[in-house]
């Protein structure tokens, strides 16, 4: 079946230093792909989406890129702040309308 | 109002306890589910209904029902508790005409269930 395994965390990053969190997926056919963001209490957000490979998703200064060769979809943010202090899940979508989620990410910016 | 509520935020229950937590959304979707999330595991899909006559066990069903009582309210039942049911429970909706696979889910802020 599909899955998804993103890098354990948590992953501890000074203010304005850059952000990687490794994303990697398992699937047959062409699935979509997703970042989804928890804020400490909240439900999920959708942060970003690639639909197509070489597709790239961004949005508030997060990039992440759709590598079917490599079967990778790795966050990036070139300067993180503290408010980006939250848990991220890694997420591909293969026909049916159902998400798979990796097991997340916890990042903690300190100032 | 938040598009989907779940009710209780937070609750302690003992071990046999029968417990239900209730969701309840005003997105106009057809499509519900509920998630479990433990650390380290991700979210994972115990129940999901994808209109008022249709029900369908996810991947982690077992110790759990569901009753999807109108298109805005999907509830989900421990019948007996047990204390490897700890974490945080989700609801979410989705509406498949927002795009291709999966755009448009939108989550609950969660239910944190403790079993004694």
């Known amino acids: 079946g599909d899955s998804v395994t993103q890098m354990e965390g948590p992953v501890t990053l000074s203010e304005e230093a850059f952000l990687t969190i490794n994303c990697t997926y398992t699937?047959?056919?062409?699935?979509?792909l997703f970042w989804y963001v928890q804020y400490p209490g909240e439900g999920l957000q959708l942060l970003l989406k690639?639909?197509?490979?070489?597709d790239k998703g961004s949005n508030k200064g997060f990039e992440a890129t759709y590598r079917k060769e490599t079967t990778s979809f790795h966050l990036e943010k070139g300067s993180v702040q503290v408010s980006d202090s939250a848990v991220y899940f890694c997420?591909?979508?293969?026909?049916?309308?159902?998400?798979?989620f990796g097991g997340g990410t916890r990042l903690m910016v300190k100032p | 109002d938040a598009d989907v509520t779940q009710t209780p935020r937070n609750r302690i229950t003992k071990t046999g306890k029968r417990i239900m937590l209730e969701c309840s959304q005003t997105?106009?979707?057809?499509?519900m589910y509920w998630y479990r999330q433990d650390p380290g595991l991700g979210l994972r899909l115990i129940y999901y209904?994808?209109?008022?006559?249709d029900i369908n066990k996810g991947e982690i069903s077992d110790g759990y029902s569901v009753s999807r009582q109108a298109q805005a309210k999907f509830s989900l039942s421990l019948e007996s508790a047990i204390p490897n049911q700890t974490a945080l429970y989700f609801c979410?909706?989705?509406?498949?005409?927002?795009?291709?696979w999966g755009y448009g889910y939108t989550f609950g802020s969660g239910t944190r269930l403790t079993v004694v």
């Open positions: 209904s994808f209109d008022v006559k």
């Open positions: 997105k106009g979707h057809d499509r």
């Open positions: 979410a909706t989705s509406d498949p005409t927002a795009g291709a």
């Open positions: 690639a639909t197509k490979a070489d």
């Open positions: 997420a591909l979508n293969n026909a049916g309308n159902m998400l798979t």
């Open positions: 699937a047959t056919g062409y699935p979509s």
